[in-house]
């Protein structure tokens, strides 16, 4: 699909998202832009209105399910008529083993890592079976193609979005919608700072020793799937650092 199309994508406030949201915007797209946290919303949807192109923004939180069909719902017009979606709204909360897990953190990834996705993509997928055309692009991440001692809610929730991104491809398949998958491994954004609960320390001591992603790397690998020929569909891209062989085996300098 060529660049002036319409893009949704959510979690645009930080890291991926908002590396995303920017590069979209340079590339020419247009962009409805997701968030929960309003301030950081109008601040990324600024930054890529100086680039010349139109932004709308809908402010709610993926875990609401109502609060995320009413804003979708109230889309009209040309900003109804979604070409592309990316489904990048997620996080990891806590690593704790299963017995000293928190139910509260369980329900926060559950809720946005896949019940957030799914609510979203039911109600941009009508649009684009109506249309005949469409991509969406699910955020997924190395714990959903392997698993590690103490991510078991995140590592399903990850493992889930990876069914569902396989079920939707053959579900929309006859309706010329393309499904893909892109899989991060270590990104240094908030993520870590948010599963250790503001704990910048320890957040950083994930990232040390080590040259890892960034956010823009993983946007430019993003904008490569989303720019492909009408028939070619990146299905499944893994991105790792060159240091991380697997989702716990990282060469770090001592």
Known sequence: ?????????????????RATALLLARSGYRLILTGRRKDRLDAVAAA???????????CFDVQDAEATEQALSDLSGQWAEIDMLINNAGLSQGLNPVHDGLLSDWDI?????VKGLLTVSRWVSRGMMERGQ?????????????VYANG??????????????????????????KVSSIAPGL?????????FKGDKARAAQVYSGFQPLTAEDVAEAVL?????????????????????????????QV
């Open 1 to 17: 699909m060529s660049m002036g199309a319409l893009v949704l994508l959510t979690g645009a406030t930080s890291g991926i998202g």
């Open 224 to 252: 490569f799937m989303l720019n492909r020929p009408a028939h070619v569909n990146i299905a499944d891209l893994t991105i790792l650092p060159s240091a991380q062989a697997s989702s716990t085996l990282v060469k770090k």
């Open 152 to 177: 078991n809610v995140y590592c399903a929730s990850k493992h889930a979005v990876e069914a569902i991104t396989k079920s939707m491809r053959m579900e929309l398949n006859p309706y010329d919608i």
């Open 48 to 58: 890529c209105r100086s680039f010349a192109t139109e932004v709308k923004t809908l």
């Open 134 to 146: 469409g991509h969406i692009l699910n955020v997924s991440s190395i714990a959903g193609k392997e």
């Open 109 to 113: 990834m559950l809720d946005t890592n």
């Open 187 to 195: 990104v240094e954004t908030e993520f870590s700072e948010v599963r």
